[in-house]
């Protein structure tokens, strides 16, 4: 940054100079800075989180001797000592806390839901490190089952109360508990290595309640399973996360993402103040998405294998979100690379596809111009469950699946995907293509449809939350294995 810092002066004078003072313009356009705390994952002293959430982003339910599903391990290195030695700032005592401990840290909450949001606002100010414009806290690891139990009545539909329901198809739960958090194992980053310059820890464990995981070791079918494990070679490089998860009978839906959170307000898909590494929220068009992703197992056929997930909130009627779930709306978008993933948007079928797609020159295409929409770009769209004037034909999204109401637009590659540096052809950074990517997500999300009432102004789209990993949607014992490096999420110097 300082570099720029420099070259952008240099230039400054160059142009005063050479042509006066109207030099804004070449400024603005060529001054881009890190929207994250940590700038590609090149930070020693890591900052990095856990949580996990049941089908509705909540806890529902603690898992026993785990405490609240928030866990973080963050830590500074002492360089004066031989070896270095890693001071953590958080302790088994923060990490294992939960709703039995009371107000044990001035965690106030009467409910294992709202513990779990406050826990991670207190694990945040144990990690936090001051910065400008304001300070950071960690990369957040996210952790989500889909199973549903209707006869318990635990999540709202489009943000309502509803009361237990006989099951549906669409709702795995093997029975009583099947919203169970996971266990949650931990081995706190440590220095390894013949000469001491290896960090690693991780964090792992599985939703079968019964089952004894190891870390490294991928149980057998009939036992879930997740590990991130992170490790880097100090003042070298990128901090490298690999991932894995596995499906079972009885966990068959599962989520394990790497977010890039905002550090204060809401987050995508979450109705709590959460702590993360955006200490600018990224707005569109102008931000870039920046990263290195080595596929290794893909999940199966079911996997939605997101290269790029952006999540933000705003009302229908163009008002940012405030909390009240039945008129928040929690927005998401997802570039799907797993190439069996198909577009289900049809000219026959128009219910899944967008009312428009719009390209990069501007020109807007109707989905019933059968001639010019690119269907084969969309896996699916679903409309918000409170939109008052959705164009027929319309697919209302899960109801269920968030604690508000939600809108979802998926992608897949496609050609008309290209000018935004993303995958136009099916099978692009899939496995045995790893790729370091430079998305203008930005620029992307700008084109891309979404809901609001017919007399609203167009809102300001802002990204509270930019994530990758991966949706094993309901299919057995399926393994899925990735890295992560070199993230970050860039934004113009003078507009944020
Ligand atoms: C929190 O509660 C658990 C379960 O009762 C207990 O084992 C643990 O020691 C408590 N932690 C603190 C910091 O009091
Ligand atoms: C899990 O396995 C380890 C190693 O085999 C053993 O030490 C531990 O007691 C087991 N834990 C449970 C809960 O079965
Ligand atoms: C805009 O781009 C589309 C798709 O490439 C093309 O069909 C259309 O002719 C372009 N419109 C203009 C005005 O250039
Ligand atoms: C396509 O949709 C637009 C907008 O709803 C409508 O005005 C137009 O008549 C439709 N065209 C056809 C051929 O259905
Ligand atoms: C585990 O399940 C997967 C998917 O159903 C199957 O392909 C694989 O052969 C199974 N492995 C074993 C060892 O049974």
């Known amino acids: 940054m300082e570099f720029w810092r420099i070259c952008s002066l240099l230039l400054l004078l160059a142009f005063s100079i050479i042509e006066g003072f109207d ?24 900052r990095v989180a856990i949580e996990s959430w049941n089908q509705c982003n909540e806890v529902g339910e603690e898992a ?28 088994e005592k923060d990490n ?5 401990n009371g107000t044990y840290g001035g965690i106030k909450a009467h409910s294992v839901d709202k ?57 795995p739960c093997f029975g ?44 057998c ?14 003042g070298k490089g990128s901090w490298v996360f690999h991932h894995v998860l596995k499906t079972s009978k009885k966990n068959p839906w599962l989520m394990l993402y790497l977010r890039s959170d905002a550090t204060t307000g809401f987050s995508g898909g979450y109705h709590y103040q959460t702590r993360g590494m955006m200490k600018i929220i990224p707005k569109s068009p102008n931000f870039k998405v920046r990263f290195t992703l080595d596929i290794k197992q893909g999940g199966g056929p079911s996997s939605q294998f997101y290269l790029m997930d952006i999540g933000s909130c705003w009302k229908n009627n163009g008002k940012p979100c405030d909390g009240d779930v039945t008129t928040d709306v929690t927005r998401y978008s997802e570039m799907i690379i797993n190439p069996e993933i198909e577009a289900w948007c049809k000219p026959d079928d128009l219910r ?20 010019n929409f690119p269907y084969d770009a969309y896996h699916v769209y679903c409309t918000p469950g409170n939109a008052e004037h959705p164009e027929e034909p319309f697919n209302y999204c899960d109801e269920y699946s968030n604690p508000q109401p939600q809108e979802i637009l998926q992608i897949v590659p496609h050609p008309v995907w290209g000018d935004y540096g993303y995958p136009t052809k099916k099978g692009e950074g899939w496995i045995g293509d790893p790729r370091t990517w430079e998305l203008d997500v930005g620029r992307l999300s700008q084109s891309l449809y979404f809901y609001q009432d017919p007399s609203s102004k167009p809102v300001e789209r802002h990204w509270s939350s930019i994530d990758l990993g991966t949706e094993i949607y309901v299919s057995e014992n399926q393994v899925a294995e990735w890295t992560v490096s070199d993230f970050d999420v860039i934004v113009p110097e003078n507009d944020h």
């Open 176 to 219: 009583d508990g099947c919203m169970n958090m996971p266990l949650m194992h931990h081995e706190y980053t440590s220095v390894h290595g013949k000469h001491g310059k290896i960090l690693k820890g991780s964090f792992y464990g599985t939703w079968d309640l019964d089952a004894n995981v190891t870390n490294g070791v991928v149980p």
């Open 221 to 234: 079918n009939g036992t879930s399973y997740y590990s991130v494990t992170w490790n880097k070679r100090i």
């Open 352 to 371: 899944l596809c967008p009312p428009h797609h719009t390209f990069p020159n501007g020109t807007r295409v109707h989905r019933n111009d059968t001639e």
């Open 96 to 100: 294992r806390l939960g709703i039995l």
């Open 23 to 46: 030099h804004v313009n070449a400024v603005d356009a060529d001054n881009y800075i890190s929207a994250v705390g940590d700038p590609g994952m090149r930070r020693d002293g890591l």
């Open 115 to 171: 513990y779990a949001a406050k826990k991670e606002i207190y694990l945040g100010k144990k990690c936090q490190v001051k910065d400008k414009p304001s300070p950071w806290q960690f990369w957040m690891v996210m952790l989500k089952s889909g199973n549903t139990d209707t006869y318990a009545s635990r999540c709202p539909s489009n943000g309502h109360k509803v009361g237990p329901f006989p099951p549906e198809n669409r709702f």
């Open 64 to 91: 026993i001797n785990m405490g609240s599903p928030r866990m973080a391990d963050c830590f500074d290195i002492d360089h004066s000592t031989a070896p270095i030695t890693l001071n953590h700032l958080v302790d």
